[in-house]
């Protein structure tokens, strides 16, 4: 099946610092990119996804950028606050189902000191 | 905004026992899915589930595990015989005709003695 590679494990940021997280999949089909956010014990959130058609976008303070030639997809978050700590997932679709079954990153915690 | 909403919160259960979790998807959407997170780890996915079948299932989604859609809104998981193992936080998710993205529930908190 797909295999979704996620690094950082842990990150550690300034406030107002940029924060960047980087994913690697193995399935040169997938055309799919979320990236998640989950607070301590609450569920995962869609945050800003991406498209195999387009290789970035932005949303605020956030943005993705894809490298199919690479397959690899990246998460960056300017001006970091406080309240963007949490963990991060990336997630690229699994192998052979289509597109509507993920396969996540291990995760990234996101911590932002004020 | 319309939420997946996922009951009980938490469940405690002795070890044997059956469970079943239930999730109410997003009213319009299509595809319903299961994943499991074992505290401090990454979701896992179980099944997803399309057109009132499975789709498809993962290594983990083994005979104790069955998913149904006994009406029109709910979306259950039953685990048959649980494993101290099996706890975990469970997330159902929905998501639209298109497939993606998917939107999770708050998830369910299973915790096997």
């Known amino acids: 099946g797909e295999n979704v590679e996620q690094h950082p494990s842990t990150l550690s940021v300034q406030e107002g610092d940029s924060a960047v997280i980087k994913c690697t999949y193995s399935d040169s089909a997938s055309n799919y990119f979320p990236w998640y956010k989950q607070e301590l014990g609450k569920r995962p959130q869609l945050i800003i996804d991406i498209r195999s058609n387009v290789g970035e976008k932005k ?50 915690m996101l911590l932002v000191s004020p | 905004e319309p939420e997946v909403t996922q009951t009980p919160s938490h ?37 997803s589930f399309y057109n009132n079948e499975i789709s498809e299932k993962s290594e983990i989604f083994d005979d104790q595990f069955s998913v149904e859609r006994p009406d029109g809104s709910n979306f259950t998981l ?32 299973l915790s096997i003695l």
């Open chain 1, 59 to 108: 949303d605020q303070r956030i943005a993705v950028t894809l490298n199919k030639t690479a397959k690899h997809f990246s998460l960056h978050i300017t001006e970091t606050q406080p309240e963007d700590s949490a963990v991060y997932f990336c997630a690229a679709p699994r192998m052979n189902s289509g597109y509507s079954t993920l396969t996540f990153g291990k995760g990234t």
């Open chain 2, 78 to 109: 039953k685990i048959r015989s649980t494993k101290l193992e099996d706890s975990a936080m469970y997330f159902c998710a929905s998501s639209p005709p298109l497939g993606q993205p998917q939107h999770f529930g708050d998830g369910t908190r």
């Open chain 2, 11 to 47: 469940q405690v259960t002795q070890m044997g026992q059956e469970v079943i979790l239930r999730c109410v998807p997003i009213s319009n959407h299509l595809y319903f899915y299961w994943y499991r997170q074992i505290l401090g780890q990454k979701v896992e996915f179980l099944v």
